[in-house]
């Protein structure tokens, strides 16, 4: 695995090596890192001994040793903006024919070791068993209050289309790994949801969209436009602080959007949408975005504090580890319910961005045109 302690944004390099090496005397004997590809951070690793584990257990694992060094971070006062797990692994979901593959999700990618002459060290590096591992801390992913400063420095400030000084908070981000993705899962259940291109949209990408999608609608533009580069921007900014391992990817963005469109999980205003252009006169004409929203029906589904409330009251009062496997259980069973009466519509029927077909009227005037129109005989002696 690879420890990626990250200052894209706040922190020093000596503060990464700082850290790095209390790790190396607190935690990881003989731990093997180096400066990252950036020149800002440090990349670290530890082999793991993980015998016949599969790949979900082993990724939970990994989850609960980032939040293990993320911990150690919060309780130092190394110079470091975020410290995560890279190279997890993939996901397969098999079919019950031989090599039929129903489902999969992407691990995270990691970057692999760069000076070779010091490969006796990377070889001697940490060892850890699955059982190291297990033996963690579980530690609450709920990060501090806002007024904590390191809080302040590791959160996400999003500027992105008319939205300045917003954020995307550590509790949000922590139902990426819970509500969001429960709902990913059940709306794309046995679902391979594949792109125009070689890509595949998986439930991460879904859960990422989900956040997004509800954090949009709760922050309209004025005009109720949501432009395709707001969406683009917010996710490559959430990609780039390494709070999520997917990328933005336009296809896979465009077949997200139709699916829950599909599901009619979409409130479409105005799908038409222009292209903003600069006309013979050199003046320029702002395009204009489609108007859509998630719809009232998706925003209940999307609403975490409110299942979270409405299941801490029916549980009452029962002991908390049964309470949490009983709101995991209602949630799951709510939102099963909602969306497997849900009626999916073919592809042509799917409400989706199309460009307004008066787009061209005023770009050229009658007179602009008129050279390129050949009379009859002008055409056919062409065409001859």
């Known amino acids: 695995m690879n420890i990626d302690i990250d200052c894209h944004k706040t922190g020093t390099l000596a503060g990464a090596i700082a850290f790095a090496n209390h790790l190396k005397d607190t935690l990881f004997p003989n731990l093997y890192f180096e400066v990252s590809t950036n020149g800002n951070g440090v990349h670290g690793y530890v082999i793991i001994e993980k015998a016949d584990l599969g790949s979900e257990i082993l990724n939970e694992l990994s989850r609960r040793l980032q939040q293990h060094l993320r911990q150690i971070l919060l309780n130092t006062n190394f110079d470091v903006q975020d410290v995560e797990i890279k190279g997890t692994c993939p996901v397969f979901v098999w079919g019950e024919k031989k090599g039929q593959l129903q489902n999969y999700t992407s691990g995270t990618l990691a970057k692999l070791p760069r000076e070779s002459h010091r490969f006796e060290e990377l070889r001697n590096t940490t060892r850890l068993s699955y059982m190291d591992l297990l033996k963690l801390p579980m530690v609450e992913r709920k990060k501090p209050s806002f007024s904590d400063n390191r809080a302040m420095n590791s959160e996400l400030k999003i500027v992105a289309g008319s939205i ?18 429960k709902v990913a899962e059940t ?4 679902h391979v949801l594949r792109t125009s291109g070689r890509t595949v949209a998986t439930v991460e990408d879904l859960a990422i969209f989900l956040m997004l999608i509800r954090y949009f609608t709760l922050n309209m533009n004025l005009d ?18 390494g709070d999520i391992g997917r990328s933005f990817e336009c296809k896979r963005f465009a077949t997200l959007r139709n699916y829950l469109s599909s599901l009619g999980l979409l409130e479409w205003q105005n799908e038409k949408y222009t292209l903003g252009i600069t006309d013979v006169d050199g003046k320029k004409h702002k395009g204009k975005a489609s108007r859509w929203k998630a719809s009232e029906l998706l925003m209940s589904l999307l609403n975490w504090q409110e299942h979270s409330k409405q299941q801490e009251q029916e549980c009452g009062v029962c002991d908390l580890e049964e309470r949490e496997v009983e709101r995991t259980s209602l949630a799951v069973t709510q939102v099963q319910e909602v969306i497997r009466s849900l009626t999916r ?20 005037s009658p007179d602009e045109i008129t050279p390129y129109i050949k009379t009859f005989d002008e055409s056919f002696s062409i065409a001859a």
């Not at 109720?224 to 602080?241: C, E, H, I, N, Q």
């Open 345 to 364: 519509q073919s592809f042509p029927d799917i409400q989706k961005p199309v460009m307004d077909d008066n787009l061209l009227s005023w770009m050229l």
């Open 164 to 181: 300045t000084g917003k954020v995307i908070g550590p509790e949000e981000l922590a139902e990426l790994d819970g509500h969001y993705r």
């Open 187 to 190: 709306l794309m259940e046995e």
């Open 224 to 241: 109720g436009s949501l432009p395709y580069a707001r969406f683009k921007g917010m996710w490559t900014s959430v990609f780039d602080s």
